[in-house]
Each structure stands twice: as C-alpha cells, then as structure tokens.
C-alpha cells in the first residue's frame, strides 16, 4: 500500500480516482492510500476507521488530533487482540470435541468390527 501525504490536497469527501486508490481525509489530515485491495472493500474499512475515531473522540473527550488518532490505534489492537484470544480459545474447543469424536468413532469401528467378525 503507497501512501501519499498531503495536509490539504483532496477535498473533505473520500473518493476513487483509480481502481486501487483511497482519499482519506479525517482528523485534519488528507492523504491518499493505493492498494490491491477492492474499492469497496478499502471504503468499508475507512468507514470503520471514522466510526472508531469517531467513538474514541466520544469516550475520551480528546480533541487533539494526534493523541486521538493513537489512542484509536491502541483501543483498535486491544479489540483484535480480544478477538485473536477469543479464536484460539474457540479453536482449543474445537480440537477437544473434534479429539472426543475420533476416539467415539474408533469405539464404533471396534464395535462394528467386533459385531462382524462373530456374526460373520
């Protein structure tokens, strides 16, 4: 991703110049972003970013554009670092009923193998 700092360059709304190219205008600063990622997919997260900023701005009362953006920052790494925690455990879980059902189908293969080789 190619970023292209300008203070004032792009006008208040964000659009698409190219296939690949994101105008970011939030917090007092404009710049561009171009990426292999899809338009609308780049649009999506922008908006996700403005509504974090947005709620950061909310809850701290700060208004210095600096201090907001890294205080969005960290609150953003601390809720993907609750979701990583969450998956894993998810995942732990997972292998534990995933383990449980190999060893009920092993029981079932001896049963069935059992059942066979006397009535066979």
Do not use: W
């Not at 190219?18 to 997260?45: C, K, M, R």
């Not at 995942?91 to 383990?99: H, N, P, R, S, T």
């Amino acid at each position: 991703m190619a970023v292209d700092s300008n203070e004032n360059a792009f006008p208040e709304s964000d659009s698409k110049s190219g296939p690949h190219d994101l105008f970011i205008n939030i917090l007092g600063t404009s710049f561009s972003i171009t990426a292999g990622e899809d338009p609308s997919y780049l649009n999506e997260v922008l908006d996700q970013y403005r509504l974090a900023v947005t709620n950061t701005q909310g809850i701290s009362g700060m208004k210095d554009p600096l201090k907001v953006a890294i205080l969005t920052g960290f609150l953003l790494c601390d809720e993907i670092n609750k979701l990583k925690l969450q998956i894993e455990e998810e995942q732990a879980i997972a292998e534990k009923v995933l383990d449980r059902t190999k060893a009920m189908v092993l029981q079932l293969d001896k049963v069935i193998e059992r059942a066979h080789f006397t009535n066979g």
